[in-house]
């Protein structure tokens, strides 16, 4: 079981930038990659990226050339860069951990982009 823990949320104004941190309690290679989800109030969770283990990404179009998913295995932390931030992007941050057919999730940051 790996546990997650995320922090880096706050408050930005609308077109700053925000870095979010994932730090896994295991070895973030245990997983088959780690991905980034959001849930704004009253909407369905959305999912914002993931990086496999061989450091490939993958975004929806809604984030793409604005946020980037990097790892640090020596640290077992994955990072979300978000820049060009927007009213849209306000939400819980979530990262997880693929597990086979399973996620572990961590606890959730909350990003605020104020206008």
């Known amino acids: 079981q790996v546990q997650l823990v995320e922090s880096g949320g706050g408050v930005v104004q609308a077109g700053g930038s925000l870095r979010l941190s994932c730090a896994a309690s295991g070895s973030i290679f245990s997983a088959n990659g780690m991905e980034w989800h959001r849930q704004a109030p009253g909407k369905q969770r959305e999912w914002v990226g993931m990086?496999?283990?061989?450091?490939?990404?993958y975004y929806p179009d809604s984030v793409k050339g604005r946020f980037t998913i990097s790892r640090d295995d020596a640290e077992n932390t994955v990072y979300l860069q978000m820049n060009s931030l927007n009213a849209d992007d306000t939400g819980v941050y979530y990262c997880?951990?693929?597990?086979?057919?399973?996620?572990?999730w961590g606890q959730g940051t909350q990003v605020t982009v104020s206008s």
């Open positions: 997880a951990a693929i597990l086979g057919i399973r996620k572990s």
């Open positions: 990086i496999t283990n061989a450091g490939r990404t």
